[in-house]
């Protein structure tokens, strides 16, 4: 079992940052694929980052290339998601997911990820 965390949403106008948490505990391991995901209200749940505990460097969603930025304390099995020049379309409830088998399939689907947080909603107004 593993258990995730998340926190850092809040409200923030058009061109803020936000930095978004996720604290992991229960079974984890050093090769873990950990990611971020998103959804807004009558869409479908669409990866946004997600990087591998094992090494390398973070996956992107081509709508945040360059504006967000994942990481990881592993000390502190901790994923971040530092979101900067933040938008009215990046709204939506953000979730931390984990993936400790290392499932096939891209680090940015959804079906790869058995572990999901509760959420935290970020709100961009313009």
């Known amino acids: 079992q593993v258990q995730l965390v998340e926190s850092g949403g809040g409200s923030v106008q058009a061109g803020g940052s936000l930095r978004l948490s996720c604290a992991a505990s229960?079974?984890?391991?050093?090769?873990?694929?950990m990611g971020w995901f998103r959804q807004a209200p009558g869409k479908e749940r669409e990866g946004v980052a997600a990087?591998?505990?094992?090494?390398?460097?973070?996956s992107y969603a081509d709508s945040v290339k360059g504006r967000f930025t994942i990481s990881l304390d592993k000390g502190k099995k901790t994923v971040y998601l530092q979101m900067n020049s933040l938008a009215p379309e990046d709204t939506a409830m953000y979730y931390c997911?984990?993936?400790?088998?290392?499932?096939?399939?891209?680090?940015?689907?959804?079906?790869?990820?058995?572990?999901w947080g509760q959420g935290t909603q970020v709100t961009v107004s313009s």
């Open positions: 997911a984990a993936d400790p088998d290392r499932t096939s399939g891209s680090a940015l689907s959804v079906r790869k990820y058995y572990y």
């Open positions: 229960g079974y984890t391991n050093g090769r873990t694929w």
């Open positions: 990087i591998y505990t094992g090494g390398g460097a973070g």
